[in-house]
């Protein structure tokens, strides 16, 4: 029986061995013997791939190390980390189809990524939410790079002390570039020009797609809305606050425009 790579997850941690990788065995590794919802993954270098949510931890005695699928960024090789994310957001999206949306009835598996519903043929597949996520920067009168300044906000919703970037969820009917200049607005009453997409990168948490621009200050005086943010302010590259950690497409477009 050829060897299976393990995405194991209780609640929104994953499982990883004393090494800190994930498991890996022909069969379901031994502790786990109440898990439920197989979700196959695409295959990588000829290993299966495997997730899998738990309702318990295993015992201590197993050794498995439980960690926030954040945290797992920092420890695991980025292929696994990808998968992880994939792993977690189709979970998510099993549990959240379990009945068919139209009719009440259970739905069964189409295939590896969709349902159908026995009931009335309703088929449902694994939403991506859109976000966009936004950096907006002042050039300096000078003309002094370093007295060029980059917007950074504090969200209530942010799990740490660090200062982030400009974001928020694309209506319906809108575009991304809308969407940008919509939220920019709102969260710190500023217009801004020259929007240029730069990178995306699929949120976990349970389910997004964030895609990241860079937009030129044009107007308007910073005027934050407290709802969201509890602080902000303009920063000069040698000045910056804690900035968000590598997991995030925050920090790959702040540094991006630290190396421009
Ligand atoms: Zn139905």
């Known amino acids: ?13 994953i499982l990883l061995t004393q090494e800190k990788r994930l498991p890996c065995s022909p069969q379901l590794p031994k502790g786990l013997e109440t898990p439920h919802a197989y979700q196959e993954l695409p295959e990588v270098d000829g290993v299966k791939n495997l997730a899998v949510r738990s309702d318990v931890l295993p015992d201590e005695k197993w050794g498995y ?23 977690r957001e189709l979970l998510h999206w099993d549990e959240q189809t379990r009945y068919c949306g139209r009719c009440g009835q259970p739905t069964d598996r189409g295939s590896v990524i969709s349902k159908i519903c026995s009931n009335c043929g309703n088929e449902l597949w694994p939403t991506v939410v859109t ?38 969820f694309v209506e319906t009917g809108e575009s991304m570039e809308e969407a940008l200049v919509r939220e920019v607005k709102e969260e710190t009453g500023l217009e801004v020009t ?10 976990p948490f349970p389910s997004v797609l964030m895609s990241g621009f860079f937009a030129e200050y044009k107007s308007g005086e910073l ?11 303009w920063f000069k590259r040698n000045a910056l606050p804690v ?5 995030s ?3 790959r477009l702040i540094e991006m425009w630290l190396e421009e």
């Not at 029986?1 to 941690?13: A, G, N, P, Q, V």
Request: charged share 30%; proline share 4%.
């Open 194 to 203: 020259g929007i240029e997409y730069r990178a995306s990168q699929p949120w």
């Open 131 to 168: 976000a966009v996520i936004v950096l907006v920067y002042r050039r300096s009168v000078t003309g002094n790079r370093d007295d060029d300044e980059l917007l950074l906000v504090r969200g209530r919703n942010f799990p740490g002390n660090y200062f982030g970037l400009v974001a928020g």
């Open 65 to 87: 190390r439980h960690v926030g699928l954040r945290a797992s960024h920092d420890v695991l090789p980025l292929s696994d980390f990808r998968l992880a994310s994939k792993a």
């Open 1 to 13: 029986m050829s060897e299976k790579k393990w995405f194991i997850f209780y609640r929104d941690e």
């Open 223 to 233: 005027t934050l809305q407290r709802e969201e943010l509890l602080e902000g302010g």
């Open 249 to 251: 497409l925050a920090r």
């Open 243 to 247: 900035i968000p950690g590598k997991v």
